[in-house]
Each structure stands twice: as C-alpha cells, then as structure tokens.
C-alpha cells in the first residue's frame, strides 16, 4: 500500500513517465488493491538480465500467470510488462484513501 508519504514519489515518477498514475487515488497501490513481488535478492534499479538468479524472470512469470488463473490482473500481459505487478481487477471500486489497519 503506498499512503501520503508516498504522493510525491508517485507525482515524480508520473512526470518522468514512469507511471500513468500521477496521485494515489489514481493507481491500485494507493488503494491496496496490488502488489509487486519480487523474488529474494531482486534488485529493482537494475534489469532484468543483470538480476542474480538466472530463472528470475522465469519464477516472475510461473507466479503473474498463476496470480492470473486466480483472477488478479498480471502485470507481465502488459505491452509494457511490469512483470512482479499483480492487481485485483476491480482495485478502482476501492476506497479512496484506504482504511487504516491497526
């Protein structure tokens, strides 16, 4: 879940075209409605080819395509794949912000 502390971060990376979401409210992160798994040892500043596990990526997409089969909306289909992203396909109907949890 990305909250307030999270707004400018997601602001900068709109502008540098890096998201489509340019507030909270407008990506499933800032509603909890998605995740990015990452496999241990993933380093998420260098490509994928230069990760330390070679069957990565492999493991990245054996996971989105089962998150898939069980109706999650898988980054890794994407024309640009965001392969560790996972989101729940109805993540708009979410609250906006989310609950707090305690």
Known sequence: LRTAA??????????????HACTLKDTPH???????IWPVGFVPTRSYADQPLPDMLEKMMEFGRWAASKGWVWGGNWADPDYP?????NWRSLPFPP????
Do not use: M, T
């Not at 800032?30 to 990015?36: F, I, K, N, V």
């Not at 609950?99 to 305690?102: F, N, R, T, V």
């Open 30 to 36: 800032g509603r909890g409605g998605a995740l990015d």
């Open 85 to 89: 992203h996972v989101e729940l396909a």
């Open 99 to 102: 609950p707090e949890y305690s």
């Open 6 to 19: 999270d707004s400018a971060g997601q602001a900068a990376a709109c502008k540098a075209d890096l998201s």
